[in-house]
């Protein structure tokens, strides 16, 4: 797929692979984004926060971890980074944890893409990952949304520029 690549080359100030979401024109809400920078400055993940709460929250947040980002070393049950992410936007700190995994096989345009969904003990929290061609983890967490395969349709690299301050 030709959105699923590592930047040639990358700037100190933004993510070196591109950032698969859904465009900002395209959801109605309002966007936020963040990086996990590394102590060496180098940028360990990407997450978006797509707002359609008002201010009160996000619906849904997206990440994208490279391969040896600590946020991907996870102990057994232990919620995705995004998922902890969502929760404490929303102010929720109830105890959430995975119960259990199932691998999804899902067709995005001509492509098989082997999704893992994540069956959480928060029921109101929907969970996705997938690893893309470069080895980023994606990792979609939506509130009170079920995530469909017509949300795949939606995801495309974002510009490196977004995410330079």
Do not use: H
Not at 39 to 64: K, T
């Amino acid at each position: 797929m030709s959105f699923l690549r590592r930047r040639p080359s990358a700037t100190p100030a933004g993510p070196e692979f591109d950032v698969l979401a859904m465009d900002p024109g395209d959801w109605p809400g309002n966007l936020g984004a963040g990086l996990l920078p590394a102590p060496d400055g180098s940028c360990q993940g990407v997450f978006l926060r797509y707002d359609l709460f008002g201010g009160r929250g996000p619906a849904m947040i997206i990440g994208n971890l490279p391969e040896g980002s600590p946020a991907r070393e996870l102990t057994e049950g232990q919620v995705p980074f995004e998922v902890a992410q969502l929760l404490l936007a929303l102010e929720n700190d109830e105890e959430v944890q995975v119960v259990s995994t199932e691998e999804d096989p899902v067709m995005q345009g001509d492509n098989l893409l082997i999704v893992c969904r994540l069956k959480l003990s928060e029921s109101r929290i929907s969970c996705v990952q997938f690893d893309r061609s470069d080895n980023v983890l994606v990792t979609i967490a939506s509130w009170d949304r079920p995530i469909t395969g017509d949300l795949y349709t939606l995801l495309k690299p974002l510009p490196a520029e977004m995410f330079q301050g």
